[in-house]
Nanobody, 127 residues
Framework: QVQLVESGGGLVQPGGSLRLSCAAS????????MGWFRQAPGKERNFVGA???????????YYADSVKGRFTISRDNAKNTVYLQMNSLKPEDTAVYYC?????????????????WGQGTQVTVSS
């Protein structure tokens, strides 16, 4: 089992920035990819981005087109934490953001490929 706890959500004005954190605990040795997803009210949970997790691999990351160039994922294996830096936020970025852990490697972008999920943190972009 892997436990994930997100933090850092809140209310921000359009054009602003937020950094979300996801602290992992438990059997993280079986985790190879950490992802971020988001879900707006009445909509499906959508992929935001992901990063390879293993400390012996490069921290390559990839993103959904809707956030590419604005969002950045990073990791700190010593702290068992992954981050989502969100810049130039737009009202359409408003959603509950979830981090997730997967035992898969490569490009991991569907919810079915992730085994463990955090409880989510609300991000609201509004003036």
């Amino acid at each position: 089992q892997v436990q994930l706890v997100e933090s850092g959500g809140g209310l921000v004005q359009p054009g602003g920035s937020l950094r979300l954190s996801c602290a992992a605990s438990g059997r993280t040795s079986s985790t190879f990819t950490m992802g971020w997803f988001r879900q707006a009210p009445g909509k499906e949970r959508n992929f935001v981005g992901a990063i390879s997790w293993s400390s012996w691999t490069s921290d390559s990351s990839y993103y959904a087109d809707s956030v590419k160039g604005r969002f950045t994922i990073s990791r700190d294996n010593a702290k068992n934490t992954v981050y989502l830096q969100m810049n130039s936020l737009k009202p359409e970025d408003t959603a509950v953001y979830y981090c997730a852990a997967s035992g898969s490697i490569g490009v991991v972008i569907t919810t079915d490929e992730y085994d463990f999920w955090g409880q989510g943190t609300q991000v609201t972009v509004s003036s």
